[in-house]
């Protein structure tokens, strides 16, 4: 078979090309954040595009670009220990989208939140396909979470038991 994401087949990708292509596509956000705890907020950003040939003026801007998209421009030198819970997340998001990737795949993001941080949370991921035309993934136990979604698959032990589209 093949796999095409967008106008790319990526079935026929050497290791090699799928790590390159990932690097620049895909944007991962998990429910723990994965933030190192002794960089500012701005070096966890910064971390995915020290793996790109870019200038340190070009991460820069990108780094405080995704911060400020996110709403954290105030606090680029805070530690995550420093950060809320919500605000952690809002760092995470914003080294899942420093690359612009096209795709980002979310690993229970509110999962780890208390209501109003979960609420932000999904309104920011929903402003992020809505203003800026990402396609997000998101895996979820939570309902709320969910009910936000255009389209829902629901698995069971690895099967597809049933699917829903959101009302246009």
Do not use: C
């Not at 420093?98 to 690993?107: G, S, Y």
């Not at 069971?156 to 049933?162: C, S």
Request: net charge negative; no cysteine; proline share 4%.
């Amino acid at each position: 078979g093949e796999i095409w994401v967008g106008d790319q087949e990526i079935s026929g990708m050497s290791e090699a090309q799928l790590a390159r292509w990932r690097t620049r596509s895909v944007g991962f956000v998990f429910q723990f954040y994965h933030l190192m705890s002794v960089l500012s907020a701005y070096r966890n950003v910064e971390l995915p595009l020290l793996l790109l040939p870019l200038s340190a003026a070009e991460r820069k801007r990108q780094v405080l670009t995704a911060l400020e998209i996110v709403g954290l421009s105030d606090r680029i030198h805070h530690k995550p220990g420093q950060l809320s819970g919500g605000q952690q997340q809002r760092v995470g998001i914003a080294r899942a989208i420093v690359t612009d990737p096209t795709l980002i795949v979310a690993d229970e993001p509110t999962g780890d939140l208390d209501a109003k941080s979960a609420e932000e949370i999904l309104d920011l991921l929903q402003e992020l396909r809505a203003s800026l035309g990402k396609t997000i993934i998101m895996v979820t136990h939570d309902p709320r979470a969910a009910s936000r979604a255009d389209r829902v698959l629901h698995l069971d032990k690895g099967r597809l038991v049933n699917e829903t589209r959101a009302e246009a």
